[in-house]
T-cell receptor
Framework: AQTVTQSQPEMSVQEAETVTLSCTYD???????LFWYKQPPSRQMILVIR??????QNATENRFSVNFQKAAKSFSLKISDSQLGDAAMYFC?????????FGAGTRLTVKP | GAVVSQHPSRVICKSGTSVKIECRSL??????MFWYRQFPKQSLMLMAT?????????EQGVEKDKFLINHASLTLSTLTVTSAHPEDSSFYIC????????????FGQGTRLTVV
């Protein structure tokens, strides 16, 4: 069974600084997708970034980038120039159709 | 991006009654939708996979008779919590993907159910 592990229940970052959230996963599949979702206090799940396992290049979306290490089954999220609006729960997710599995989440606090 | 609408956003019901939660894909047809439950400060736990025109597939430990899922059309799946009890109080979220595309899941706004 696929599992997703986020070892950091809480993280804190100073506004304008950079923070990295960790995620590891376990799978025997070779073709899958990885995602980072953000869940603000409104509880709406918002896609931050996604990575296809077959792509070696790390995905980037503006201030958000990932470090995808397929052999190590690691998928960390880097947030650059952190903003107050980045404060939220962040969930790492793994998808090998049809299922999507989520990590336990990391609560990110951004200090002004 | 694609839109998934979930209704109601909040509901309070009396113990022993049933409550229905709707999940609609507004601008695409979803042959498959997913229902999650999220306890406070915890992750999303997949409850069941809703398949249009066929029976839902439930995760281990989820009571089929307690959580009835109906996916009668390509744009609507419903979750009915039957004979609700206070321990059913939780946040329920649905999601859907665009068929044939290897895209992310789109999530509804979630429903906070409180059973009193």
């Amino acid at each position: 069974a696929q599992t997703v592990t986020q070892s950091q229940p809480e993280m804190s970052v100073q506004e304008a600084e950079t923070v990295t959230l960790s995620c590891t996963y376990d799978t025997s599949e070779s073709d899958y997708y990885l995602f980072w979702y953000k869940q603000p206090p409104s509880r709406q799940m918002i896609l931050v970034i996604r990575q296809e396992a077959y792509k070696q290049q790390n995905a980037t979306e503006n201030r958000f980038s990932v470090n995808f290490q397929k052999a190590a089954k690691s998928f960390s999220l880097k947030i650059s120039d952190s903003q107050l609006g980045d404060a939220a729960m962040y969930f790492c997710a793994y998808r090998s159709p049809p299922y999507m599995r989520f990590g336990a989440g990391t609560r990110l606090t951004v200090k002004p | 991006g694609a839109v998934v609408s979930q209704h109601p956003s909040r509901v309070i019901c009396k113990s022993g009654t049933s409550v229905k939660i709707e999940c609609r894909s507004l601008d695409f047809q979803a042959t498959t939708m997913f229902w999650y439950r999220q306890f406070p400060k915890q992750s999303l736990m997949l409850m069941a996979t809703s398949n249009e025109g066929s029976k839902a597939t439930y995760e281990q430990g989820v009571e089929k008779d307690k959580f009835l899922i109906n996916h009668a059309s390509l744009t609507l799946s419903t979750l009915t919590v039957t004979s609700a009890h206070p321990e059913d109080s939780s946040f329920y979220i649905c999601s859907a993907r665009i068929p044939g595309l290897n895209t992310e899941a789109f999530f509804g706004q979630g429903t906070r159910l409180t059973v009193v």
